[in-house]
């Protein structure tokens, strides 16, 4: 299967975030004079403009080429709503919540004269904030994260960033001792603080960059569950990796997601089940299986009962569901973890709700996913959930 879409949106991506960078990085530095010697400062104001106008560009290009990818299911709404989206839903909203600053960003240059210069200027302080939300998005969203020159690209303009800002804070304070203590102070602060952002979102961290491969899954709609075929050639990401502990708490958790299923449906009935294996921050295996009986029942003696009622609705079949079984199996030892039920399958959309046995006794483990099925019985995907202790 040809990911053209995909490969676009995500060179168009790091496009946009280089250009977000050089548009903060002359920002802060017409404030210091630092480019005076370069070049004039009108010409750099246009330069910063025309950065930032690019960089909503890219960032637009780079979300809604998307919807020309048929293995993605997103819609317009989804991409331009936080939170809509299925697919790492609140890193997803960091990034819709950065494209909004930016185009306030934008049009603020051609609404100046009314709103005059103070009032600009308080605006312009949305690109800090601008700045650190897309690289949040890019390093817990996105799929090149641990890539060498990715981590390449996030090390050099995050410290280059933090690095102008320190010195447009201090080229406007007075030259002192107290002055350079501060200085010494917050340049090690803005070290240990950007020192824990790296390693907590596991910059500095080998790993294996999620499938790009997220789309619809099992769908259950008036009783008749179903596996969304995908395109012929999609890829499957592979299965479990070992983890340094086996059973860690996790309080979210993103995984990608692959497997098998099996579904049969006649007269009396579907049943469903699907076995899957997760790689990425927790190692485990889920097993999932749904059984729902129809039942038809049997047509009153309308000469004995003589009742006038809604015949239709009488011989209308019923759906009950039967079996419905989640259950999270340790791949090494093959015990089960976390045992509960589906709570959701509907619209490309798989939901389950467990509480944790043995080394998860006392937590309630909660996961969601999109699947896409093959005709040959396998699916991909990806899986997110959450942890939290009940007793």
């Not at 949106?9 to 480019?35: E, K, W």
């Amino acid at each position: 299967m040809n990911h053209e879409f995909w490969y676009l949106s995500r060179a168009a991506g790091f496009t946009a975030y280089l250009l977000l960078f050089v548009s903060v990085a002359l920002g802060i530095s017409m404030g210091t004079r630092l480019t005076d010697r370069v070049a004039r400062r009108n010409t750099v104001f246009d330069l910063h403009r025309f950065t930032t106008i690019l960089a909503l560009l890219f960032t637009l290009f780079h979300v809604y080429i998307l919807l020309g990818d048929s293995y993605f299911n997103f819609n317009v709404w989804q991409l331009s709503i936080p939170f809509l989206t299925p697919y790492r839903t609140w890193q997803t909203a960091v990034g819709v919540t950065s494209i909004y600053m930016l185009l306030l960003l934008v049009i603020s240059f051609y609404v100046r004269q009314f709103i005059g210069y103070r009032a600009w200027r308080t605006l312009h302080y949305l690109t800090f904030a601008l700045f650190a939300g897309a690289t949040l998005h890019g390093l817990s969203a996105g799929t090149d994260t641990s890539q060498a020159w990715a981590k390449l690209i996030y090390i050099v303009s995050g410290a280059g960033t933090v690095a102008l800002i320190m010195y447009r804070v201090q080229y406007h304070m007075p030259e002192n001792s107290t002055v350079r203590t501060l200085r010494l102070a917050s340049a090690i602060g803005t070290v240990v603080v950007a020192m824990a952002i790296a390693f907590s979102t596991g910059l500095f961290t080998a790993g294996t960059a999620p499938s790009p491969v997220v789309a619809d899954a099992a769908s259950v709609r008036q009783g008749q569950p179903q596996l969304v075929q995908a395109p012929a050639g999609a890829p499957v990401p592979t299965g479990p990796t070992a983890t340094p502990d086996p059973y860690p708490f996790l309080a979210s958790f993103d995984n990608d997601f692959s497997g098998a299923y099996q579904q049969t449906s006649d007269a009396t009935g579907t049943h469903l089940t699907l076995d899957g294996v997760t790689s990425g921050d927790l190692t485990t295996k889920l097993h999932v299986e749904l059984q729902q009986t129809r039942v038809v029942p049997t047509p009153d003696n309308e000469d004995i009962e003589k009742v006038a009622d809604d015949e239709d609705a009488e011989a209308r079949p019923t759906v009950t569901v039967t079996v419905n079984k989640a259950q999270l199996i340790d791949p090494v030892s093959s015990q089960v973890v976390c045992e509960g039920k589906l709570t959701a399958l509907d619209d490309g959309y798989l939901k389950a709700t467990c509480d944790g046995v043995g080394p998860y006794a006392g937590v309630r483990i909660s996961v969601s996913s999109q699947v896409q099925a093959s005709r040959d019985g396998s699916f991909s995907g990806a899986l997110s959930g959450s942890m939290r202790r009940v007793s």
